[in-house]
């Protein structure tokens, strides 16, 4: 599975931002997609994560009420929209995906697949 991800950029606090994982390849077994985030100085985490179904979806208490996470399978694309950001979701965001169609990982080194960051700027 290739990921690509892609729709950081500056914004405000109070604003929004779409980010969206593009996958592509061969998908022999489902796979639960998550993203992630780095900002300087720690360490990975995992923000959000969605079943292969879009029924079931995890939140970090950080993001819980502020960000979605979904999935179009006819694309092919994951997405997580945020709203009400804070300077503190000022990171590196990573989709990444694990085989299972309903993992309940959450470490970074679980994952099998990963896309490219991209930075999301948060501003006071």
């Known amino acids: 599975v290739q990921l690509q991800a892609s729709g950081g950029g500056f914004v405000q606090a109070g604003g929004s931002l779409r980010l969206s994982c593009a996958a592509s390849?061969?998908?022999?077994?489902?796979?639960?997609m998550g993203w992630f985030r780095q900002a300087p100085g720690k360490e990975r985490e995992l923000v959000a994560r969605?079943?292969?179904?879009?029924?079931?979806?995890y939140y970090d208490d950080s993001v819980k009420g502020r960000f979605t996470i979904s999935r179009d399978f006819n694309k092919g694309t994951g997405y997580l929209d945020m709203t009400s950001l804070k300077r503190e979701d000022t990171a590196v965001y990573y989709c990444?995906?694990?085989?299972?169609?309903?993992?309940?990982?959450?470490?970074?080194?679980?994952?099998?697949?990963w896309g490219q960051g991209t930075l999301v700027t948060v501003s006071s």
């Open positions: 990444a995906a694990v085989w299972g169609s309903n993992s309940a990982k959450i470490q970074a080194y679980e994952y099998n697949f």
């Open positions: 390849g061969r998908t022999p077994s489902p796979y639960t």
């Open positions: 969605v079943s292969w179904d879009g029924t079931t979806t």
